[in-house]
């Protein structure tokens, strides 16, 4: 890998967002490809975060830092916007009756830095406000991230409730440490993701 | 043998009648017993009741004087809001910033907040039950009391860019820990769970928990102890194997492991601990008794001596009752 690149990447692994946000102007000021190696940094990095993720050595801590600093870097990249959007729109949320929200903020940082479009709506979120932002927003996927088990009659409506508005074909993720808990079947979901780069990896492949 | 001599011999490793059992039946009492929660976490003798009521159903070792883990952070100032039927949530967090816990006073456990219904529910439950079952209390360890000061997000990130504000914050944490737990265990507490959720790995490095987290509970669990605790129980959800081997240096004699925790590896790492757990808590909402029973052999085969059959979190409030009384049912088959 390129060295300026390296260091970029080894920065937005140790959560150093100034370090990381310096290498990116360093690199987006002196080579005309700058743009493309910073996307290419912050794959780099979320890939090797994703791949910690699958040999469960995660933690919430070091994704919220690299993600922070992922999102400064994206924001130097594209001042305009998130990093491209070209991976399609998803809606988030952490259902009514759950206000703990950290797993879904990481999720949609996640999600961001990957290139997907996030609209979130929230805690505490009615299913149905959830479905209504799904079709506004023509999103391909709908995302239920819920701590405690209250939430978990919630999230078996939401195919219903998409499929009453003509949205069958969207995807029903869920997450979080209550719904991990479950079979997607059970919850009538198509998949129950361990953690957001799990959740990012069944979005990729999901047909669109 | 009664309740609490048979979780103090598996906590010794000595020999028992049966195997001690736990569910961790906090709201879901209420739940049971047809009261509003709202009414459980706010009024003594309304849990004293409920639990007593749910150990007479089901027939375990142990009550909890418990009410939520909001009970630290409304003392301190944060302003909560009480859903219709459901655990309180905090609306506005008691600092914006970590060094604002400086401007903080450990409360008074008798005057502040609720914390004298977490008193008085100890006090009530031990007049009420002797020592025929274990009568735990509960304080939040100092990285969950940091978080449900600051806010999770907050206070990870502090944790990250403030180092060393953070750090008095946790020392600020322990010592409220330290006040609240020593009261509970004078108004006629056992034994205080110290539960700390936000220690878990899955939420911060091992290291973290080494080098920040481990001397606090340390210091909190001696402190117990010193005030006659026979025992002390850390309560830390999640995939803890990584910093299990850093228990007993806490001076911690009972460790809870999750549903996602195998006991066989837990015991070969921590040989000298008794632990507790660890069936998956959402399986007593979507499961059929005989899995529970099912669910328990498994656990009970791996588990050896020193150990205690408990959900391996709390019981969900909308738990099946059936399925809460199997497990319980489990070791007194087992036994019999």
Not at chain 1, 184 to 189: G, T
Not at chain 2, 74 to 87: H, I, T, V, W
Request: glycine fraction near 6%.
């Amino acid at each position: 890998m390129d060295a300026a690149l390296s260091t970029l990447v080894t920065n937005l692994l140790d959560g150093d967002s100034q370090s990381a946000l310096t290498e990116a102007r360093r690199i987006r000021a002196s080579r005309p490809d700058g743009q493309r190696l910073l996307v290419q940094g912050l794959e780099a990095a979320m890939d090797s975060m994703s791949a910690k993720c699958t040999t469960e050595q995660f933690n919430l801590l070091e994704i919220m830092l690299t993600g922070r600093a992922a999102m400064a870097v994206a924001r130097e990249a594209f001042p305009e916007g998130s990093v491209s959007e070209t991976r399609g729109t998803v809606v988030i949320a952490t259902p009514q009756g759950d206000v703990h929200d950290l797993g879904k903020n990481i999720t949609r940082m996640v999600l961001s830095s990957k290139g997907f479009r996030v609209v979130d709506c929230g805690k505490d979120c009615p299913v149905a406000e959830m479905v209504a932002a799904a079709a506004r927003e023509h999103a391909f996927a709908v995302l239920a991230s819920g701590l405690i088990s209250s939430v978990v009659p919630l999230v078996r409506q939401l195919r219903g409730l998409l499929r009453e508005r003509g949205l069958a074909q969207l995807a029903v993720v869920a997450g979080g440490a209550a719904l991990k808990q479950c079979a997607a079947e059970a919850l009538n979901v198509d998949y129950v993701a361990r953690d957001a780069f799990d959740c990012v990896q069944f979005l990729e492949r999901w047909p669109r | 043998m009664t309740g609490l001599e048979r979780i103090l011999a598996a906590v010794r490793f000595q020999p028992t009648d049966r195997v001690p059992v736990i569910p961790q039946v906090f709201g879901h009492a209420a739940r049971i017993a047809g009261v509003p929660l709202a009414q459980y976490l706010t009024e003594a003798a309304v849990l004293a009741r409920c639990q007593i009521s749910a150990l007479q159903r089901y027939g375990h070792d142990a009550v909890f004087a418990l009410l939520d883990v909001n009970v630290e952070t409304e003392a301190l100032g944060s302003l909560l809001r009480f859903p219709e039927d459901g655990y309180p949530s905090v609306e506005h967090y008691a600092i914006e910033y970590p060094a604002a816990a400086a401007e903080l006073a450990i409360p008074n456990p008798h005057k502040a907040g609720r914390m004298p219904v977490a008193l008085e529910a100890a006090r009530l439950l031990r007049r009420e039950l002797q020592d025929s079952v274990l009568v735990a209390g509960c304080v939040l360890g100092p990285m969950t009391l940091a978080c449900q000061l600051l806010g999770a997000e907050r206070a990870l990130y502090a944790a990250a860019d403030e180092p060393e504000a953070f750090e008095r914050l946790l020392d600020f944490a322990a010592d409220v820990a330290v006040s609240f737990g020593q009261a509970q265990l004078d108004a006629g507490a056992h034994i205080c769970v110290v539960f700390d959720p936000s220690a878990s790995p899955a939420v911060v490095p091992p290291i973290l928990f080494r080098e920040l987290l481990a001397p606090r509970l340390g210091r909190l669990c001696e402190a117990l102890k010193h005030k006659g605790s026979p025992a002390t129980w850390l309560h830390i959800a999640g995939p803890v194997e990584p910093i299990l081997p850093f228990y007993p240096g806490c001076h911690v004699d009972i460790a809870n492991i999750d549903y996602c925790v195998d006991p066989r590896q837990a015991r070969a790492t921590v040989p000298q601990l008794c632990l507790d757990g660890n069936v998956r808590p959402l399986a007593f909402v979507d499961s059929e008794p005989q899995d529970i029973r099912a669910a328990c052999s498994r656990v009970l085969d791996g588990a050896g001596t020193g150990f205690i059959l408990s959900s391996g979190c709390e019981i969900p409030l909308e738990a099946r009752p059936d399925c809460v009384q199997a497990l319980v049912d489990s070791v007194k088959r087992q036994s019999g």
